[in-house]
């Protein structure tokens, strides 16, 4: 069993930046890839960013320039830096994780956070 949690949400104004963290706990074995998506009311849930275990990364047309995924492979955790942040970034932010728990027989599992809200002001 593995549980992620995000931090660092909150309301910003416009231009502004924010730092977010996820960070993966439980019956952990390895984290292959990671990413954070978000969902905006009314909308559908879109990819902001992945991240794979070596680092390579991709990021949504929307906010390539602006925002930074990283993630430190020793403390399970992933993290979001978001700069220059616009009103249409406002969303529910959501971490995910395709993890191999230690369990058997071991698979991969994919997990989601419980979101945090990012809300920005114009």
């Known amino acids: 069993q593995v549980q992620l949690v995000e931090s660092g949400g909150g309301l910003v104004q416009a231009g502004g930046s924010l730092r977010l963290s996820c960070a993966a706990s439980g019956n952990i074995f390895s984290i292959n890839a990671m990413g954070w998506y978000r969902q905006a009311p009314g909308k559908q849930r879109e990819l902001v960013t992945t991240?794979?275990?070596?680092?390579?990364?991709n990021y949504a047309d929307s906010v390539k320039g602006r925002f930074t995924i990283s993630r430190d492979n020793a403390k399970n955790t992933v993290y979001l830096q978001m700069n220059s942040l616009k009103p249409e970034d406002t969303a529910v932010y959501y971490c995910?994780?395709?993890?191999?728990?230690?369990?058997?027989?071991?698979?991969?599992?994919?997990?989601w956070g419980q979101g945090t809200q990012v809300t920005v002001s114009s």
């Open positions: 991240i794979t275990r070596g680092g390579s990364t």
């Open positions: 995910n994780a395709d993890i191999l728990e230690r369990v058997w027989p071991q698979a991969n599992v994919n997990y």
